[in-house]
C-alpha cells in the first residue's frame, strides 16, 4: 500500500523567512515518483516538480529546493526568503502503478504573513 | 490558466437531483482524472482514463458515474448524491496514465449536497 504523510497540518511564517515542508513516503515499488503541487486559494492544483526513484539529485529553482532521501523515504520542499504569495496549501503526492495513479498526502497550509 | 477547464465552477444540488460536471483538456493529453477533494481527507483519486478506456475506479459508489467520449473530455454524473459527498472535484489530465508525467488540474468544481 502507499502512503504519504505530511505531519505539518499548518506553518506560520514571516515574510523573508525560510520555511521547510516535510513529505515522508511509504512504498514497496522500487520505481515510484514524487511530486510536489501546490494550491492557492483559487482551488486549481499547480505542478511544482517531480522525482523518480533512481534520482536522488537534490534541486533548486529559485526560492524553492527539494531534498529527496530515499534512506529516511522523505522528500522535504524548502522555500527560502518567504513572501507572502507563497501562502497556499502544499501537497506531496506519491506515483504508483507505473507513475500517475497518485497518493497524496494530507496536505500542509503555509501562511506567510507579513 | 493550466489548459484545463471544469464547468460549473459551483453547484448545489438535492439529494434526488442528476447533474454533471464537465471538463475539457487544451493539452492534447491522452490521459484524464477524476479526484475528490474533501475538507476531512486527503485528496482521492476517484476514476482514470487513458484513450477514453477508464484504467481504474477507486470503489467510488455507483452514484458517479463517468464519461469519456474522447481524449479532450471528461464528464462525471451524479444522482441521488448523499450530503457527505459534498466537496470539491477536481479533473485533470496528463500526456499518459505511464510514466513520470506530470498532472495539470483544473480550478474544480466545489459541490454542495443539500
Known amino acids: 500500500a502507499q502512503k504519504v504523510t505530511q505531519a505539518q497540518t499548518e506553518i506560520s511564517v514571516v515574510e523573508k523567512e525560510d520555511v521547510t515542508l516535510d513529505c515522508v513516503y511509504e512504498t514497496r515499488d522500487t520505481t515510484y515518483y514524487l511530486f510536489w503541487y501546490k494550491q492557492p486559494p483559487s482551488g486549481e492544483l499547480v505542478f511544482l516538480i517531480r522525482r523518480n526513484s533512481f534520482d536522488e539529485q537534490n534541486e533548486i529553482s529559485g526560492r524553492y529546493s527539494w531534498n529527496f532521501q530515499k534512506s529516511t523515504s522523505s522528500f522535504n520542499f524548502t522555500i527560502t526568503a518567504s513572501q507572502v504569495v507563497d501562502s497556499a496549501v502544499y501537497f506531496c503526492?506519491?506515483?504508483?502503478?507505473?507513475?500517475?495513479?497518485?497518493?497524496f498526502g494530507g496536505g500542509t497550509r503555509l501562511m506567510v504573513k507579513p | 490558466e493550466t489548459g484545463v477547464t471544469q464547468t460549473p465552477r459551483h453547484l448545489v444540488m438535492g439529494m434526488t437531483n442528476k447533474k454533471s460536471l464537465k471538463c475539457e483538456q487544451h493539452?492534447?493529453?491522452?490521459?484524464m482524472y477524476w479526484y475528490k477533494q474533501s475538507a476531512k481527507k486527503p485528496l482521492e483519486l476517484m476514476f482514470v482514463?487513458?484513450?477514453?478506456?477508464?484504467?481504474e475506479n477507486n470503489s467510488v459508489p455507483s452514484r458517479f458515474s463517468p464519461e469519456c467520449p474522447n481524449s479532450s473530455h471528461l464528464f462525471l454524473h451524479l444522482h441521488t448524491l448523499q450530503p457527505e459527498d459534498s466537496a470539491l472535484y477536481l479533473c485533470?489530465?496528463?500526456?499518459?496514465?505511464?510514466?513520470?508525467?506530470?498532472?495539470?488540474f483544473g480550478p474544480g468544481t466545489r459541490l454542495t449536497v443539500t
Open positions: 503526492a506519491l506515483g504508483y502503478n507505473a507513475g500517475n495513479m497518485l497518493t
Open positions: 482514463y487513458s484513450l477514453e478506456e477508464r484504467v
Open positions: 485533470a489530465s496528463s500526456q499518459d496514465q505511464v510514466g513520470d508525467y506530470e498532472q495539470y
Open positions: 493539452l492534447g493529453h491522452n490521459a
